[in-house]
Structure formats: structure tokens, C-alpha cells
């Protein structure tokens, strides 16, 4: 990375190389590496991401927080920056600002249990810090709601509690839209649909009642703000019976709901299956987004290249050592596809991953983003921790798709 | 020689597996165990040209000779193993397989074999 970092001043190799420079400990040198690069690539959201983690190596929290503000503000869906800015709040004891960010990454995320928890924790926190004015968590319009992506199950439940069903059935929608195969939330949706056809068309919202399992601290009434801040707002109470809401039963409904809404094999299959996309076919939003999500990917320490071919064997991104090489993309392509239609000669289904390890390293190739993912690392690179940061990498991307 | 006792002992000790095979680069298959209707000897011939051709990637990206080859599908996983230049052991999976514990049987099971073939 040094060397093509030397060869190409512009390359947004920075990153990775400062990464790497930081996760030795050699932190003035990440800094420098990564200063420089950021010099020349002002933009380039993931350089910012290093160099917040550099800076809250050298204990300087606040530069961290700026450098990890930057990064959402180029991409408002970085699930690493709002978790280290909420990690950053917390140790500020700035739980209100920390609220905010677990908050985000739930939006994102919301069966993230480690986020939830970290949410709780910040709330009782922020809650025991201000008795006087209890912290109220700012909810996002409807329309910065849906312009940011936002729509959570989450988010839908929040409208719930408040009894404005009308914007859960629309958030739910705006799930459905994105994931039409989320059973659990088609099932919310029927069930909220037939609560709604119940009532009387001019009935006022009507609130649902929380279950005795959701019902904490019902007592405790808010008086410091007016009753249309408090439409446009929801307490904390709000979002910890959400949050607590019993886990069992969560998952007891997503078991009932799978069974009942279960779809024939055959249908799944053929949804299941791939899209596949020419070069030409990407986007240069899809690049734009892909050269980050590698480039991220490239950052973690043993890998030596990330890059994506297109289903005709050409590279459409590609991050890490170069080779100049096309037949090695070729080659690596005719190994996918041999490998998927042997797989489906031997009624094996659709091909997932090709794991070659060799005396020096490792070759994986992966279905991805319409394309092929091949990834170069190290011999001792660690497959688990690479096979979820790949499967981190395949969201990121499903999510702009 | 009884290679069909090494791989019976690979599926034995190691939990999900389906399948085991030694098989020849040429693709034909020199012994064979399976737990119900899994075709193995259809996987040695299907896979070993896409062995030789992991074989020339892996020298070509820099990488060295190729040990071990993992392909996962939607329904099951497949370890393929090099024994000595001429062959190789597959290991069939269900998707609640152990990898590890596969990978680690073949291994071991690997000087067995060598020690048969030479």
C-alpha cells in the first residue's frame, strides 16, 4: 500500500495504509498518512473515518467527534460512525447527543441488540442526569424521515405508542418497499391495517395500549413541554417500552407470522436469485458507493486487494495492490462460474462464496452487488472476522441498491 | 489400501457432513463414502477442473501452490483439500456442518491417505 500510495499520491490507498499504521500503534504516522490524504481527497468520507479513529487514539475527543461528524455528513448511514460517536457522547456524558446516534444506528438496524442495550444504558443515564427536564429525543420529520432512509420497525412502533397509526402504516409501507420479504413486518402491517378498519373513520388517532410487558414507568407525566411538541416528540418512556418490549414475544410473533405467511419454496428461490449487472450498468452513484465500502473493506489488516468485477469479467472497482491485469479478473470469473454451474448440476443451489487458500494467502470470490467480489489476503488473515466484515460490506450496499 | 476406511472415519467425527471422497485431478473418483443419496462422484468430476483452475489463479496472483478450496451454496459446503500434486479429498456438508471440525478431519486424514497413494 506504501508503494502504490508512492506511485499515486492521489490514491485513496490512505486510508487503508493509515488504518493499518493505526492498528500497529504507530498513530503519528497514521496521522500523517492520513492528514495528507485527506489533503488531496477532502471527500472521501472513510479517510475522515481513520482519522477520528486516530484522534481518539491520541485521546483527542473532540477533534474525533468533528472528523466523525464529517464522515455522516458525506454518508448519513455510516453505522461505524454513529456507533464510535455514540461510544465518544458516552464518554463526554453527553447522553442526550449519544441517544441520538444509538438512535440512528437502530433506525438502520433495528435488531441490533447491542445498539439497543447501549440505548437503554444511555437513556436511564441521561434520564438520572436530568430529573428537572427529562431528555426528550428528537424524532425526525416525515420527510427527512423518509429523504435519509429512515423508515425503521422501530421507528413505526415509536408512531405507534404516540397513536399515529397513519405514519406507522407508512413507515411499514416504506420498509415493505425496501424489503419485500420481511415477514414480520408484512404481518405488522396486516394487523395495524385491520386495527385501523375497526375504528371509526373520525375517531381521533387511537393510542395503542402498551402490554403489561411494555408498560414501565407510566406514571411519570412530562409537563415542560407543550402538547404539540409532544405530538412532534417521543420520551424516553416511549423508547424504552419499545425497546424493552419482551423478546420471546417478538420472536414468538415472527415464528407464527413466518409460518402463516410462509411463500411456496419454489418462489423464494427465484427471488432469492442474484441480479446480475453489466459494467456499463453501475451507476456512478453505485461507484461511488462501492469504491467506499471497499475501500473500507481493504482497511482491515491482511487484505491485500478488493475488487469487483462485472459478470463480462470487468473491473468495475477495485481497491488495494493493482496488477494491471485483466485475464487475472477473467480468471477468477471463469472460476465462479464454472464453480456455480457445477453447483447447479449437482443440485447444490445457488453458489454463495469460493474460499481458495493457498501457500501465501487467500483468494475469496463472492457474489456481489451484481457483480463478483474478489477479495486477495494474507495467509493470516482471520476468515470469521472477514466473513462479517463481507457480509457488513453486502448490507451496506443492498441498502443504496 | 483402504482409503474408503480414512473417509469413513472423516464422516464419522464430523458433525453435518454428507459426503467424502478421494478423487484423482483427472476426476475420477478412487473411493467413495456418502450418507444418503448424495451423488459424491458427481462432485469429483464436476470439481476438479475447477481445482486445476484455482490451481493457476492462485500462482498467478502471487499466492503459491493451492492447499484448500471451500464452496459454499445455498444447501451445503464443500471442502476440497489437495493430496500430494495428483489428488484430492472432498468433504460434502450440510449448511449446520462443522467447517472447522471438517477441515481439521481432512488434515489429519491427508499423511493417511499420502501414505497409501505412495
Known sequence: MKKKLEDDPNSLVFAPLAEAYRKEGALEDAYQVCSKGLEKNPDYSNGHLVLGRIYQGQSKLDNAVLEFKKVLEFDPENLMAHSLLGLLFMQKSDFKAAIDEYQAILTLTPDDDETQKLLKIAIEKAANVSQVEPAVIQVPTEKEANSSGMASITMAELYLKQGHQDKAIETYEEILKKEPNNTNVKQKLIDLKKTVVVDSPNAPPKKVEPTPAHNVKSDKVKTSHSDKEKEAKFSEDDILQVMSMDRSEKETKTKSVIAEVKEPEKTRKTEAKPVSLKADQYSSAQIDVLKAVLAELASITGIRRCFLTSLEGISVVSVGENSNNDSLEKQVLSIFKDTSQSATKLNQGLLKQVLVTAETGHIILVSFAGGILVVLADHQINLGMLRLAMDGAAKKVEKVS | ?118
Not at chain 2, 467425527?13 to 475420477?28: F, K, P, Q, R, T
Not at chain 2, 492447499?67 to 451454496?73: D, F, G, S, V
Not at chain 2, 489437495?82 to 484430492?88: A, D, I, P, Q, R
Open chain 2, 1 to 118: 489400501m483402504d482409503f474408503k476406511k480414512i473417509l469413513e472415519e472423516m464422516l464419522e467425527n464430523v458433525e453435518g457432513s454428507i459426503g467424502a471422497s478421494l478423487v484423482g485431478m483427472d476426476g475420477i473418483v478412487i473411493d467413495q463414502v456418502s450418507h444418503n443419496a448424495f451423488d459424491i462422484n458427481a462432485v469429483g468430476a464436476e470439481y476438479s477442473s475447477i481445482i486445476k483452475n484455482a490451481m493457476k489463479a492462485s500462482s498467478n496472483f502471487g499466492l503459491g501452490n493451492t492447499a484448500e478450496i471451500l464452496i459454499t451454496t445455498d444447501k451445503a459446503s464443500m471442502i476440497m483439500m489437495l493430496v500430494g500434486k495428483n489428488y484430492f479429498v472432498a468433504l460434502a456438508l450440510s449448511l449446520d456442518g462443522n467447517l472447522g471440525r471438517g477441515r481439521l478431519e481432512i488434515k489429519k486424514a491427508i499423511p493417511k491417505f499420502e501414505k497409501e497413494l505412495s
